[in-house]
């Protein structure tokens, strides 16, 4: 039906809006094509920000939506994935990868549209309609994606395509920062002073993200496109490459696992800290931001560590890092005070930065790595269409682990008792949510186990690498701050100690 659909539209769009790729684009044409791809940029992560899983999950739980229902709309964007096939057939059959595109961008961009002006409009609104029109704005946008993909890859000039993407990259999420931020602030504030108006505040927030979604495929149906040259070959027997393929199989079903694990439990950080903690929206987006800068700051690490040793190592430092902020969840919202909970979510979240950095890059790049240079499209799009069955499979078995949960609890306590003084403390209190984030924790270990099988050329051991990294950290603080000195002082001590005790026993060794 959406093929279809499609395929119906196509020439209209194609005759009015002059879509058609050019055999030839000047020095002119190219240059304006990547100014208007910046500004489009952020015209889509203003939109992106506006549709944030954050405000949506607030909106679902002021829906009264229930766990499953949360579950899905987590689940939508990975879901909607396996229609990335469509795009590939597109592409083949029309050569346009501009038209399709634009096309998709229009279709998924004017749901939003449609559900701001639902929720805006007097009358109850139901979460199920909402969820309804945000499938179509998820399938949508995944068909429009690859085209868009190999079209910026042919448009960009090969030599400056990480600096020009880095630099959109950049311009975007200092965006996301100050919007999300303003957003924030705005929603506590008419939670505050004007809590009925709060869905429909959710509504404009959808109504503008729809609208400026939309002025951004204005100027994105204005950037050139250069005639691609595709290769004639049987579409099943190219989506049968990378199945045959036995270690990027390897790779597949451990990606597919670690996928399924993280995100039984990741879509309902953002619940538990509204419903369990009570925290509101502006502290949520600034634990996110919080979280962001750690990646921003520390990617680039990663990225050299991955290129001088191997990204599976960098996967099986910063995996199990991973694993521990999970189960650091289980700790969240146990302290009595407001503070110590922050603390404890700040620390969170920047170890998450952190981690997920490495994760995220290595797993990128090792996919780019494994698959062969000819067939590079086709073995990226179909790792990503079986990931994305269990990505999205994930919230979905945690929505129903979460009902499963909701009347269920496991408290461990530490109680001291003394002739002054009785106290109890809480070690440990599993209820719902949490229950979520130790499973994940531990189906995260079981899916690190499935790493070792993968092979990549230049592995270097964990351990050695691990090694370096210490060394080289050391380094630079050594280098570049004072406080070098301090931070590695019981390095200092520990070899102080062994040189005494070696000078001790050669002198011990001499009298003998």
């Not at 902020?325 to 979240?349: E, R």
């Not at 200092?492 to 062994?498: I, S, T, V």
Request: net charge positive; aromatic share 12%; hydrophobic share 50%.
């Amino acid at each position: 039906m959406i093929i279809e659909l499609l395929a119906g539209i196509k020439p209209v769009l194609i005759k009015n809006m002059r879509l058609a790729p050019q055999k030839t684009l000047s020095q002119k044409e190219t240059a304006a094509g990547l100014k208007l791809i910046l500004q489009e940029g952020l015209f889509s992560e203003a939109m992106t920000t506006l549709t944030s899983s954050t405000f949506l999950v607030a909106m679902a739980i002021l829906l009264n939506a229930s766990n499953l229902q949360i579950g899905l709309l987590a689940a939508l964007p990975t879901l909607t994935n396996v229609f990335q096939l469509a795009s590939i057939w597109l592409v083949r059959k029309y050569n346009n990868r501009r038209a399709i595109s634009v096309i998709c961008s229009i279709l998924a961009r004017t749901p939003l549209v449609v559900v701001g002006i639902i929720t805006i409009l007097p009358g109850e609104v139901y979460i199920d309609v909402i969820i309804f029109f945000l499938f179509f704005y998820y399938v949508f946008a995944s068909i429009a994606g690859p085209g868009w993909n190999s079209w910026m890859k042919d448009l960009v000039p090969e030599n400056t395509l990480a600096t020009y993407f880095a630099k959109r990259s950049g311009n975007n999420q200092v965006l996301n920062v100050v919007l999300g931020l303003v957003l924030a602030f705005l929603l506590d504030f008419i939670k505050k002073h004007y809590p009925g108006e709060e869905l429909n505040t959710y509504g404009v927030f959808l109504l503008a993200a729809g609208v400026t979604g939309l002025s951004g495929v204005l100027l994105l149906s204005k950037v050139p496109e250069p005639q691609s040259i595709l290769a004639n070959e049987n579409i099943i027997r190219l989506f049968k490459r990378p199945l045959q393929d036995s270690n990027f199989k390897r790779l597949m079903v451990f990606n597919s696992l670690w996928v399924f694990a993280l995100n039984i439990a990741t879509p309902f950080f953002i619940v538990f800290m509204m419903k369990s903690i009570g925290l509101s929206i502006s502290y949520i987006i600034g634990l996110t931001i919080l979280s962001q800068l750690s990646t921003i700051f520390t990617v680039r690490l990663w990225g050299r560590y991955a290129d001088r040793y191997s990204n599976k190592t960098i996967i099986a430092i910063s995996a199990p890092l991973y694993i521990l902020v999970m189960i650091a969840w289980c700790f969240a919202g146990i302290y009595s005070t407001l503070y110590a909970n922050l603390i404890l979510l700040a620390i969170i979240h920047i170890v998450t930065g952190i981690s997920t950095a490495g994760i995220n890059l290595s797993l990128t790049n090792i996919g780019l790595k494994l698959a062969p240079a000819n067939y590079s499209i086709v073995y990226l799009s179909v790792k990503n269409i079986i990931t994305a069955i269990f990505s999205s499979l994930g919230p979905l078995v945690g929505g129903v682990l979460a009902d499963y949960f909701n009347k269920r609890s496991l408290t461990i306590n530490a109680e001291y008792i003394g002739p002054k003084m009785n106290k109890v403390f809480h070690v440990l209190s599993l209820h719902e949510f949490n229950f979520l984030f130790l499973i994940g924790a531990f189906l995260a270990f079981i899916a690190l186990e499935f790493l070792v099988a993968v092979k990549e050329t230049g592995e270097v051991e964990k351990d050695v690498v691990m090694k370096m990294m210490r060394g080289n950290i050391k380094s630079n603080l050594k280098e570049h701050y004072l406080i070098g000195h301090f931070v590695t002082w019981h390095d200092q001590f520990r070899d102080l100690l062994r040189k005494k005790t070696g000078t001790h026993e050669i002198s011990k060794n001499s009298a003998d």
